[in-house]
């Protein structure tokens, strides 16, 4: 586990510089069985927090490269990699880094928003633009691409074919209402089959109702029990590191954010402790 308390790559509420260690607290009530995964994930796999990444409040690109840096030497390690943001702008140095690892890598991208524009005002790296600047860059596998989650107004119908073309799927909110949390992820599942898999969730993925502390909500999300029983549906995929972002706590109340975001971390941690629990019993490295 790793914080990295950067939001200077927000366009409209700032504060998820603080979402990392709002997701700790509320941590502190999990425990450490995980009966929906049958698992005890820290005492499949020896789990650490590495503290947080210091990146520049003030320069955007220097933070950019500061952050891949410090996730090239945590995954240098060996270790697979849960990040805790910040902003969304940090899942593109956090996919470079493992991009280099594992080579282009499955991404699940839970969020009500495409983040895949162009530019805001001119400026490349944006919370707005991770995964275009990633799919540019070929660090993505374009074969298994998807949103989960999305919803809300667009600039344009364009934004939608421009996001096709960089080979996305999408699965809206309304989709995982209608059709259900198994069924989707038996369809993600089957998308991204043993493929490396890196999973983004921008907690404005769930409904402000589940996730009012964050910087662009958008009615009409997930529930927090959608989006935890996808994750369990993911549980036999290769997860080789995922990030749980955009978590603003200063617009939370009675920690609804940062608990439904310490579960969704959990999920994932889970998911991960067992592939290592399974990978070391194969006697793997
Ligand atoms: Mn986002």
Same mark, same amino acid.
């Given at each position: 586990?790793?914080? !990295?308390?950067?939001?200077?790559?927000?366009?409209?509420?700032?504060?998820?510089?603080f979402?990392? #260690?709002?997701?700790?607290?509320?941590?502190?009530?999990?425990?450490? @069985?995980?009966?929906?995964?049958?698992? &005890?994930?820290?005492?499949?796999?020896? !789990?650490?927090?590495?503290?947080?990444?210091?990146?520049?409040?003030?320069?955007?690109?220097?933070? !950019?490269?500061?952050?891949?840096?410090?996730?090239?030497?945590?995954l240098?390690?060996?270790?697979?990699?849960?990040?805790?943001?910040?902003?969304? +702008?940090?899942?593109?140095?956090?996919?470079?880094s $493992?991009?280099?690892?594992?080579?282009? =890598?499955?991404?699940?991208?839970?969020?009500?928003?495409?983040?895949?524009?162009?530019?805001?005002?001119?400026?490349?790296?944006?919370?707005?633009?991770?995964?275009?600047?990633?799919?540019?860059?070929?660090?993505?596998?374009? %074969?298994?691409?998807s949103? !989960?989650?999305?919803?809300g107004?667009?600039?344009?119908?364009?934004?939608?074919?421009?996001?096709?073309?960089?080979?996305?799927?999408?699965?809206?909110?309304?989709?995982?209402?209608r059709?259900?949390?198994?069924?989707?992820?038996?369809?993600?599942?089957?998308?991204?089959?043993?493929?490396?898999? @890196?999973? %983004?969730?921008?907690?404005?993925?769930?409904?402000?109702?589940?996730?009012?502390?964050?910087?662009?909500?958008?009615?009409?999300?997930?529930?927090?029990?959608?989006?935890?029983e996808?994750?369990?549906?993911?549980?036999?995929? #290769?997860? $080789?590191?995922a990030?749980v972002v955009? =978590?603003?706590?200063?617009?939370?109340?009675?920690?609804?954010?940062?608990?439904?975001? %310490?579960? +969704?971390? @959990?999920?994932?941690?889970?998911?991960? &402790?067992?592939q290592?629990?399974?990978?070391?019993?194969?006697?793997?490295k």
């Open positions: 586990m790793v914080g !990295v308390p950067f939001d200077t790559g927000v366009s409209y509420r700032p504060g998820a510089r979402g990392g #260690n709002a997701i700790r607290e509320a941590s502190r009530l999990l425990r450490p @069985y995980n009966p929906a995964q049958d698992a &005890s994930p820290f005492a499949l796999a020896q !789990v650490a927090d590495a503290g947080d990444i210091a990146a520049n409040p003030f320069n955007i690109n220097e933070a !950019v490269e500061t952050i891949e840096a410090a996730a090239d030497d945590l240098g390690t060996g270790a697979r990699m849960m990040t805790l943001g910040g902003d969304h +702008t940090i899942a593109l140095p956090l996919l470079r $493992v991009a280099k690892k594992h080579g282009p =890598v499955a991404l699940l991208h839970f969020d009500a928003h495409l983040d895949t524009w162009d530019t805001y005002f001119g400026a490349e790296y944006t919370h707005g633009t991770p995964f275009r600047r990633a799919v540019e860059e070929g660090i993505l596998d374009t %074969s298994a691409l949103h !989960v989650g999305t919803r107004p667009l600039y344009g119908k364009q934004d939608l074919t421009d996001d096709e073309k960089l080979g996305f799927g999408i699965v809206t909110s309304a989709d995982v209402y059709r259900g949390a198994d069924e989707v992820a038996d369809q993600l599942r089957q998308r991204i089959g043993d493929r490396p898999l @890196y999973i %983004s969730i921008d907690i404005d993925c769930l409904d402000p109702a589940h996730a009012p502390g964050t910087g662009t909500p958008e009615a009409g999300g997930m529930t927090s029990r959608e989006l935890l996808i994750l369990r549906g993911l549980s036999s995929c #290769n997860l $080789v590191s990030d955009e =978590v603003a706590p200063a617009y939370d109340h009675a920690e609804i954010t940062a608990v439904a975001a %310490s579960h +969704t971390a @959990y999920e994932l941690t889970t998911i991960m &402790s067992r290592i629990a399974a990978e070391r019993a194969a006697g793997a």
